[in-house]
């Protein structure tokens, strides 16, 4: 399949589960067609772009090793992603290798994940925390964040002055992820003062 016909395949792509998890598995029986997705992706004015954040999101959740061969084009372009409906997905792709990165079980990610692609992800996850984006990117970044501090000292003090400053604005959905990390910050700060 061609970019141009994986582009047309996009426009049957809508908000249902089935619908996504039809393209992802599409993907994931082709590998070949995560070049062309990426490229689709990374055209950030399109709004098909937001179906194939959609797809990748779900071939991530599914099969997250299949993004290891594209990690540097994810992670070297993911910033310039500005629509809601990319930023959410994209945003969770984070989360997902953030968290695959920091598990406690092996997996390819622990040794897949450079420093570089790491440091792009924490550029694009406090854009996310600080541009006026809608709470799912926030509270997804708001993990990524937390697990990448635990690696890089700056990160927590940075992100906990991000999550007090915001948090009267916020929705009880953001208030009620930012206290928990707030909280975890804490924890882990108290920690390191007494060992």
């Keep these: ?9 996009l426009n049957y792509v809508n ?7 039809k393209y992802a598995n599409l993907v994931i029986d082709n590998p070949e067609l995560i ?20 797809v990748l ?7 997250l090793n299949a993004i290891i061969p594209h990690l540097h084009t994810f992670t070297a372009h993911m ?10 997905p994209v945003a969770k792709i984070c989360e997902y290798l953030t968290t695959a990165h920091y598990s406690k079980t092996e997996n390819l990610i622990k040794t897949k994940l450079s420093q570089t692609h790491k440091e792009n992800i ?7 925390m600080i541009n006026d984006e809608k ?3 926030k509270a997804y970044s708001m993990n990524s964040l937390y697990l990448l501090g635990t690696e890089y000292d700056w990160i927590h003090p940075e992100l906990a002055i991000i999550l007090e400053r915001d948090y009267e604005m916020q929705s009880s959905g953001f208030k009620a992820r930012a206290k928990h990390i707030l909280k975890k910050i804490k924890n882990r700060q108290n920690f390191k003062i007494r060992s």
């Design 122 to 128: 924490v550029a694009a996850c406090f854009d996310w």
């Design 1 to 9: 399949m061609t970019k141009a016909q994986l582009y047309k395949e």
């Design 35 to 54: 070049t062309p997705l990426l490229d689709i992706l990374f055209e950030v004015n399109d709004k098909i772009s937001c179906r194939a954040a959609w």
């Design 57 to 63: 999101e779900f071939m991530c959740g599914k099969n």
């Design 135 to 137: 709470i799912a990117p």
């Design 79 to 88: 910033g310039k992603v500005h629509l809601d409906s990319s930023v959410r």
């Design 15 to 21: 908000h249902s589960r089935e619908m996504r998890l």
